[in-house]
């Protein structure tokens, strides 16, 4: 990363800069102590095309081998809807999110209800429910 994004407010839109943000958890100097921090963290990977974070988060049993990552898709907006669980305590928790995006000339919302575990001191990914 540059030092104009690690100074810059996060692209999950937290309010924080970037590197005090999701970049310590794309960089590995930190790891997510939440589910939603590492849903806002994964967020911010989709919309620097960072492939290996995202396969890192991914729990195994539902990663897929490779992602196919847009560079047209302009990631916009963050919206934390709701959380369940997900606690530094928790072993299981739920985010629900609106991604808000830019496709060419379209626009749209990715609403997802996302599942989360904590194995080994690590929040993964596992899966989610799109909502409409």
Partial sequence: MTASIDS??????????????????????????????????????????DEAYLLRTHHPSTAPAALDLDPAMEWRRLDIVATGNGGPFDTEGTVEFKAFYRHGKDRGVLHENSRFVREGGHWLYVDGDILA
């Fill in 8 to 49: 810059a407010n996060c692209i999950c839109l937290s309010g924080d800069p970037y590197a005090a943000c999701c970049g310590r958890f794309h960089s590995g100097r930190a790891e997510a102590a939440t589910a939603e921090q590492l849903m806002r963290s994964r967020y911010s990977a989709f919309a620097l095309l």
